[in-house]
């Protein structure tokens, strides 16, 4: 598979310029997948990395995006086709439904009547899709059941419609022309008419949906309904019944697949569990070795396809061909960015390991007195590494682990060791939850005295100058306080003292080349210089930010992370990056750092997506100004691992490839006459060690670059 990579055109540019344009990488996996819809040899599947593309044919697979499709939206919920002009549907997760017609084209978005969509009580959010026979469209959502007859929008809910009518999970054709559709019960709607399928209560069971639902149809026209309550209702077209075990086993969720087998048996699959069929009115094993990361099954006449969060799986007769279709070069969802003691920037990646996104080295706590887990960790100027696993703290340093917990350091015995910042020199500050603050200072650790720490939640803290701390302090009633901690006395700021601005944030910053320490106020960034707070207007001409989650100064550089988006400041200049005006995903920015090489990494909370941002331009080819304007280059795949191939527009012609690591270094540079007219060249990527790289091509007047990741 091909993952294209398109990178915007950089204009003006000097040794180590920057622009307000950069180069967007989005590295995502699936994590659930919707049900598939064949067409010859095209099978499409829905899944929150995109719309999934596999062509039977070729054996391929594409995936389609925000990035690689300019879609409205990473998550695709469903898939469906009008059976009368051909339309294709697809409906996103947090966005609405798209359409393109028959003829191809672009994507347009279908959007939802706006008072819908700014109900901020009942977010509206797309579950599932169906087209009936007459063409018209019906989509499942978190408000109801939505059709579409081609010119407007109209609703069925719990005030139109059926008293068990909300959250519609999902839907599909009923054998009569109308739906079927899973809500808190399992419904019918013809006509305009919504009509209860399956009873409220079956014996001493209530079949009652709360959160999810999921449902099928058989062949034979049976139906299963799947509440969220471990039970299972079954209806074989004369009466109800109700399994609250299969196999023996209870039934505590719902199955993350549902489907039927080629012999046209009911099939449900389990992670950890495997397939179970129903046949002959008993449930049985169903012999098919998947893996528990599956998330969608698809049979075909020979064979079936199956879905995983990277691969898809295509078994014909006894063969079974694996393709990649995304790349997350992680290994598992990334959070909590942190600084090294020489600047560059780390993130925590797996239960107890780091990884370091300047030089992709990583780190695995590994030793007797290594953490099993890392909750929070961070640097020392010196290098030296501070973790909390929740019960003790860990220091490494000189390439030794070195446990301190109450059996050896006096700390609290609990389970609620939740912060750890470095001090500013070798020392660290700990935060045990309500047991208090502890400092690590000249050997020991020592309680900070205070009942603020035990009576209040300390939502973040930062070192400053000269062992001060800086806290947000939380507690019912007066809400989050902004106070500072230093020689014994704690100093609680209030609004208007000082020129203080109170203000939503969670975000604290220390600035050690200035010594001023920033957070954001009511009206935008401030900062402390030792005796008053100096106001700095943030992103004027900009939408307001309503919440800062995190911010990052260095100099002119400023990197501000809100519930709007990421503001970034350099040259004098504010510019406003979001999911509207850029690749970026839709999911709300959890936190964002800045690499050494200028490369803005941004992360969500539970979310395994990442967005990687080129800001800056690293270079030592000091020619590159009279090149010309950058055009496109594409690199595939990426990350790389043997072999990197690269592609350009225009004619075919002689070119000159140049390697740079991203702390500008040229690495290697060759000449070349092997580039074709819209054909690619491979580029060996088996030498390198892993870590980012950039590569510029130069054609005539004209240069392309980009960067790659070498696994």
């Given amino acids: 598979m091909r993952i294209l990579l398109t990178f915007l055109a950089l204009a003006a540019l000097s040794l180590q310029g920057f622009a307000q344009q950069g180069n967007w990488t989005t590295y995502l996996k699936a994590s659930r997948a919707g049900r598939p819809l064949q067409e010859a040899q095209t099978l499409w599947v829905p899944t929150d990395a995109g719309l999934l593309e596999v062509n039977l044919e070729s054996n391929t697979a594409n995936l389609w995006n925000k990035t690689s499709a300019g879609l409205s939206s990473n998550s695709i919920e469903a898939v469906a086709r009008d059976p009368v002009n051909g339309d294709f549907f697809i409906g996103t997760y947090d966005v609405a439904m798209m359409r393109r017609s028959e003829g191809g084209g672009g994507w347009e978005e279908l959007p939802y009547p706006e008072q819908w969509v700014n109900d901020n009580f009942n977010p509206l959010l797309t579950y599932c899709a169906a087209v009936d026979d007459s063409g018209i469209l019906w989509t499942g959502t978190s408000q109801g059941l939505f059709r579409y007859d081609g010119q407007e929008w109209s609703r069925f809910g719990q005030s139109n419609g059926h008293p068990f009518l909300g959250a519609v999970w999902d839907i599909q054709p009923a054998p009569d022309g109308g739906m079927y559709l899973a809500s808190h019960q399992l419904l019918h709607i013809k006509d305009g008419v919504v009509s209860s399928a399956s009873p409220e209560q079956i014996g001493n069971h209530f079949l009652f949906a709360y959160g999810d639902a999921k449902m099928n149809i058989q062949a034979d026209s049976s139906l299963w309904f799947f509440p969220d309550i471990g039970l299972v209702g079954h209806y074989d077209g004369q009466q109800w019944e109700v399994f609250d075990s ?3 086993q209870p039934v505590f969720q719902s199955p993350s697949f549902v489907g039927e087998t080629p012999e046209g048996n009911l099939l449900i699959y389990y992670p950890g569990t495997g397939f179970v069929q129903f046949t002959e009115g008993q449930w049985a094993p169903y012999s098919l070795e998947a893996g528990d990361s599956l998330l969608q099954l698809h049979f075909l006449e020979d064979g079936w396809v199956a879905v995983y969060p990277e691969t898809v799986a295509i078994h014909s007769g006894s063969n079974t061909l694996e393709i990649s279709y995304t790349s997350f070069p992680f290994q598992s969802v990334p959070y909590y960015l942190r600084y090294g003691g020489n600047g560059q920037l780390w993130v925590k990646d797996g239960y107890n390991s780091l990884l370091n996104l300047d030089s992709w080295e990583r780190f695995d706590a590994e030793g007797e007195e290594a953490p099993d887990y ?3 960790y961070a640097f020392a100027p010196s290098g030296t590494l501070w973790a909390v ?20 350091a006096g700390l609290p015995a609990t389970n609620g060791y939740l912060k750890i910042v470095s001090d500013g020199g070798e020392g660290a500050w700990l935060d045990v939850s309500y047991e208090g603050l502890f400092r690590f200072e000249n050997g020991e650790w020592k309680k900070q005295q205070h009942p603020a720490f035990e009576l209040n939640y300390i939502v973040d803290m930062e070192a400053g100058a000269g062992g ?19 020689g014994g006395q704690l100093h609680v700021f209030t609004d208007g ?7 939503l944030t969670e975000a604290l910053f220390f600035e050690q080349e200035t010594g001023r320490f920033w957070t954001a106020g009511a009206a935008g960034l401030q900062y402390f210089d030792g005796q008053s707070w100096q106001q700095i207007p943030l992103a004027p001409g900009f939408e307001a930010p309503t919440y800062v989650r995190s911010l990052l100064v260095r100099g002119e550089t400023m990197v501000v992370v809100s519930t709007s988006g990421l503001y970034l400041h350099k ?21 964002a750092g800045l690499g ?4 803005i990494w941004a992360l969500r909370l539970g979310y395994p997506v990442v967005d990687r941002y080129d800001w800056g331009v690293v270079t030592q080819d000091n020619d590159r100004g009279k090149q010309g304007p950058f055009e496109d280059l594409r690199l595939y795949p990426n990350p790389a691992r043997d072999v990197l191939w690269l592609e350009i527009k225009g004619e075919a012609q002689e070119a000159e490839i140049l390697l740079f690591d991203l702390r500008g270094q040229l690495l290697k540079a060759e000449k070349t006459d092997a580039f074709s007219a819209g ?25 392309y670059s980009a960067s790659f990741l070498k696994q």
Avoid at 468 to 486: F, I, K, M, N, T
Avoid at 497 to 503: N, P, S, T
Avoid at 679 to 698: C, D, F
């Fill in 246 to 248: 299969i196999g023996g």
């Fill in 374 to 376: 890392i909750f929070d």
């Fill in 389 to 408: 696993s929740g019960s003790a703290v860990h220091r490494y340093a000189q390439g030794n682990w070195e446990r301190f917990g109450p059996d050896n």
């Fill in 468 to 486: 001060e701390l800086w806290l947000h302090l939380y507690e019912s009633g007066p809400g989050s306080r902004l106070a500072r901690w230093a």
């Fill in 497 to 503: 003292e000082a020129g203080y601005q109170a203000g």
């Fill in 571 to 591: 040259d004098g200049q504010w510019s406003l990056l979001n999911s509207e005006n850029t690749p970026l995903a839709n999911e709300h920015i959890f936190e």
């Fill in 596 to 599: 050494q090489d200028g490369v």
């Fill in 679 to 703: 054909g690619a060249l491979a580029y060996p990527a088996s030498g390198l060690n892993s870590g980012w790289y950039r590569l510029m091509v130069k054609t005539g007047d004209k240069a």
